[in-house]
């Protein structure tokens, strides 16, 4: 029998809450979707998005719904 039958008959007979538990743990091991460098580049852009909004240089929000119908349309 190989090691990942074994284990995932192992995981079989876990308990719901420990099920859980390894499921967190797991996830926690996979790969970050974005580097440590372009999150923080999102989040410099996020800050100056910010900044901009506060300083009055946002777009109107029913501008932004108007852009986002006539992109839907063009995709339609």
Do not use: C, F, H
């Amino acid at each position: 029998m190989s090691t990942i039958t074994e284990i995932q008959e192992a995981i079989g007979r876990l308990p719901a809450n420990e099920k859980s538990a390894l499921a967190v743990w797991l996830q926690s091991q996979e790969e970050p979707l974005m580097s440590e460098a372009e999150e923080a580049a999102l989040l410099a852009s996020l800050d100056q998005a910010a900044a901009e909004l506060d300083a009055g240089k946002g777009i109107p929000i029913e501008r932004v719904r108007e852009k986002i119908r006539g992109w839907a349309n063009y995709i339609l």
